[in-house]
Structure formats: structure tokens, C-alpha cells
């Protein structure tokens, strides 16, 4: 339920209804638009009471919501989101970013070598695993610590901001001194505790749906993280499993517009992991620009044979550079503003 103020509501009124709100066991979600404020009644939706909150001073309307996910709806908030990762605007008007970089941080020279290939390619994030899930315990399971440092070199070095994986609530703090976003991988999209843990952190967040998860299971986790306090929240489709066993995953494209038509966060599409064979990332990354993502993630390796995680679907720096061309004059013909610059965006 979302209470709307009277434009000329005073102060006074609204810090009534916020301690009626809180009286009855909810949490209050204040946004202050650009006329009025209008007040998300966050909890348990059959408890409360709509007519209890009409009779108060300086309030308009009271709004049911009608989703399962409140403060992720459109509803509740029309207008498209903006992110800013390290300066880097994402969503909104912004145009398409690109993140990119290796599946997994493998030593210095690795990841200085993609770093600045990407960065000259015109990524403007770079990603890196540092902890990663492996499905075999056998299999490399990241530098850790090691892998954030030189993470953090590599930023130092390029410029290029970074996001990284983190895997549990004790690690957010260790990976949030060194990354300017938390990536929640596929696996973990239900870690309620690390949700909330990451959404605690105030760090801007990318949260990967899980491979079985439903869009309304992917919303109410974002619900997670923005009723922690932190609305810097990316959502990224990574592909769903299906029968065909022809690609890795299958690229659910429909999820694109029917996550925007749902909510006003950024979404983006990862395609490596989406397709897991390096020849389908850029016709599917094509396809989802073309379908409204507001960016792409995407694994690039310069020797991707050598790769010790997912060397078949990632691209070298060549290819990736030929994708982000395409990818920008498909945004380009679809009508997307090509905005560098967002005035309303603030650096972080
Ligand atoms: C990754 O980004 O390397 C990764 C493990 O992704 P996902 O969680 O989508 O499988
Ligand atoms: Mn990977």
C-alpha cells in the first residue's frame, strides 16, 4: 500500500503518518517526489488498514499495491531507476554499460591484460570473481583476498570501477572494502541472510536471477535488498535452465521487458552465462539490447583456452570490442538516448 501526500501536506503531517505507520507494525518507506511525498507502507499487506491512514492530516490517497513486491514495483515507483556505480550511471536515461572482464581473477598479469583491453574496448565496468561458486569442489575456486587486491590494482590502474562476487554474509564486509558492487550470483539469488547482509552494506548491487527462479522470485529478492535501506540494485537475467542442451542456459529474453514492465530498476543480461559457448554471446548480447537491457555483463579472456573457469564462453578482447560497436548502434536505432553524461546522477 503506498500512502500519497497533498502537495501542500506540511512536515508535521508526515512524521504523523510515519509514527502511524510504525505504530501498526510496519515499516515506512519515504520517497519525496518532485510535487508530493508518498509513503510506502512495507509488511504484511492483509494487516493493514487503508481507511486508518485516509482519516490523517495532509494525506491524499491511499494506493493497494497490487504486486507481491512493493518497494521493487513500478508501481510504487514509476519512473526508471538510475545506479551509479563509481560514477557510472546505469538505467534510466543513461546509455547501454558495459561490464567486462574474466570469469575468474587468475594472477596479475591476467587480469591487468583484460583490464585495459576492456577499458580501451569501451567497458566502463570491470568484473572479476574473486570467491566463486564452482559446481565441483574439485574445480578452481577463485584467489579470494588475493583475487580483490588485485582487483582493486586493476581499478587503480584503468579507472574502470569494479564488481565482484561475494559469497556469504561474513564475507560482504571483506568484499565491500575492495569492490564498488557486490555481484549475488545465480546460486545465491534466495541467501536471504546475505541479501540482507550485502543490502546492509550500502554498496551497489548486481543481483543475478537464480537459474530456476521465477521473475516474481527475482523481484521479491531485490525486495530483500531495497527494504534493507539500499536501493543501488541492478537485476541481471543470466539465463534459465531448460530442457535444450544445446547452450549452457537458455537466454530468457522475455525477461527484459517483462521485468521493466514490472519494475523501474536497471536490468541487464549477462550473455556468457546465458548461452555458455563464446559464438552466441554476441547475437543474443545484440538481442537484448535490442530488447531494452540497460547494459550487458559479459566475460572476456585474452587467452580464453587457458581460462580456469569458463574459457568457452568467453570472448577476446577483439570480439568484445566488435560487440560493444554493435551493441551502441543498436541502441542507438532503437531510440535509446546515448546520454555520457547524466546531470541528476552524482558520483559515489
Ligand atoms: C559469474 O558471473 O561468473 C557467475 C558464476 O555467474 P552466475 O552466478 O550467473 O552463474
Ligand atoms: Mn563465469
Redesign the pocket.
Known sequence: MMIVMHAHASEEDVQTVLQAVRRRGFQPHLSQGEERVVIGVVGEARRAEPDAFLRLPGVARVVPLSSPYKLASREFHPADRTVAVGGVPIGGRAEPVFMAGP??VESRSQLLETAHAVKEAGASILRG?AFKPRTSPYSFQGLGERGLELLAEAREATGLPVVTEVMSPERVPLVARYADMLQIGARNMQNYALLRAAGASGKPILLKRGMSATLDELLLAAEYILSSGNENLVLCERGIRTFETATRNTTDINAIPALKARTSLPVILDP??STGHWAYVAPIARAAIAAGADGLIV?VHPRPAEAL??GA?SLKPERFARLVAEARAIARAVGRETLREVPHVAAD
Open positions: 570469469c575468474s570473481g556468457s552465462h566475460e573457469s569458463d564462453q
